[in-house]
């Protein structure tokens, strides 16, 4: 719940990525697309695939915080402690089961993000994330269902290991200044550094994913090196960075929002049950 709350913040953000990462050739800059999209469907097509958005939170986040969280306290020492490395392991586990869990829901919304810059003729209109799911089983099978599963995996890995990981080493090398102490301000900049570093690394996996999601049946993509050679090929190295700002910028708010509505969540869920019912909380 933690991470869709701040997916209704930042899913603006995310579409402009996906449209930028799809889109081929010159042109395609920030401000043109954002025009696009304003002219298509005004304030609200910035809201387009929202539902595929929540179910996608509901998997992928869940199942990588979950995962993430049970391996932390069965890779730590006896006296509590956790060396970078384990940190590491275990963030990149939880990444490749995230990514599993959320790859259905991740195809619909990017094809619900990127319909409406589509000719009439070859747009899906999934009316929902449920439908989506439907008709993409009807017409590509059940395989279409983990289509560009390879990058997506290999991006969530990444992005969990590189996002948690330097988030911890970025608070600690930031406490250790005498400009910050814990609070708002360390855990803002910490986050901003830390989605830095987790775009940069994962933008080629994440414009591949993208790609190859978006192209349905008849993908000139059949692996995740042929993809981005060709990529390459076509439109050169920087077309593997498309969508980095808004990524980027989409990056920290979520990090920082996330983590704040999971604290809420989670001394609301203390104050009010588990207190009361003698649950045991870690």
């Known amino acids: 719940f933690a ?6 913040f930042t899913h603006p953000l995310d579409l402009l990525k996906v449209r930028q990462q799809t889109m081929k050739g010159t042109g395609n800059g920030l401000v043109h697309v954002v025009r696009g999209v304003f002219a298509e469907g005004g304030m609200l097509g910035f809201y387009n695939g929202m539902s595929a958005a929540v179910l996608r939170q509901m998997t992928y986040s869940m199942a990588r915080f979950a995962t993430y969280e049970e391996l932390k306290k069965r890779m730590s020492r006896e006296d509590g ?43 899906r209109n999934y009316k929902h994330a449920i439908d989506g799911l439907v008709q993409i089983t009807r017409s590509e099978g059940p395989r279409g269902l983990f289509k560009g599963a390879v990058p997506n995996v290999s991006r969530a890995m990444l992005m969990t ?48 994913k ?12 059949r692996s995740l090196l042929q993809a981005m050679v060709l990529i390459v090929r076509e439109e050169g190295v920087r077309a593997l960075y498309k969508g980095w700002t808004p990524s980027f910028v989409r990056m920290a708010p979520q990090t920082v929002l996330t983590f704040i509505f999971l604290e809420q969540f989670r001394g609301l869920y203390w104050n009010s049950y588990a207190r009361h019912n003698c649950v045991k909380f870690e």
Do not use: E, W
């Not at 991470?3 to 209704?8: E, Q």
């Not at 939880?94 to 259905?104: K, L, N, S």
């Not at 192209?215 to 000139?220: K, L, Y």
């Open 3 to 8: 991470a869709c709350a701040a997916n209704f």
């Open 81 to 123: 402690s956790l060396p970078f490395y384990r940190m590491a392991a275990a963030g990149i586990v939880a990444g490749a089961v995230g990514g599993i869990c959320g790859t259905p829901a991740d195809i619909v919304l990017v094809r619900l993000q990127n319909d409406g810059s589509l000719p009439l003729a070859q747009r």
């Open 161 to 208: 290991g590189a996002q948690l990981c330097s988030y911890d080493a970025f608070k600690d090398l930031l406490l250790s200044t005498p400009y910050f102490t814990n609070g708002l301000a360390l855990h803002f900049s910490a986050s901003l550094l830390s989605g830095f570093v987790a775009t940069t690394i994962t933008s080629p996996f994440d414009v591949v």
């Open 210 to 221: 993208t790609r190859v999601m978006n192209a349905g049946p008849t993908s000139p993509y």
